[in-house]
Nanobody, 116 residues
């Protein structure tokens, strides 16, 4: 069993910054990709950013240049630094972990609200 614990969400004004963290624990044998997804009210869950075990990153076009994903393999933790936040970034942000065995795990979600 794998647990993902997220932290760092909150309320911020437009133009502000937040940093999300997600720590994985439990029976982790082979983490491949860690990442962040988000879901706004009435919308489908969408990819925000991912980072694989080699450090390669992938970003949604809407966050490129503003968000930075990073990973501490020793701590099984992934971070999302979010700068220049916009009201359209308001959503529940979910941590995601995929193993080499193709198992997928989700965190409980953390609310990010950006006021205009």
């Amino acid at each position: 069993q794998v647990q993902l614990v997220e932290s760092g969400g909150g309320l911020v004004q437009a133009g502000g910054s937040l940093r999300l963290s997600c720590a994985a624990s439990g029976s982790i044998f082979s983490i491949n990709v860690m990442g962040w997804y988000r879901q706004a009210p009435g919308k489908q869950r969408e990819l925000v950013a991912t980072v694989n075990s080699g450090g390669s990153t992938n970003y949604a076009d809407s966050v490129k240049g503003r968000f930075t994903i990073s990973r501490d393999n020793a701590k099984n933790t992934v971070y999302l630094q979010m700068n220049d936040l916009k009201p359209e970034d308001t959503a529940v942000y979910y941590c995601n972990l995929k193993t080499l065995l193709q198992d997928t795990y989700w965190g409980q979600g953390t609310q990010v609200t950006v006021s205009s």
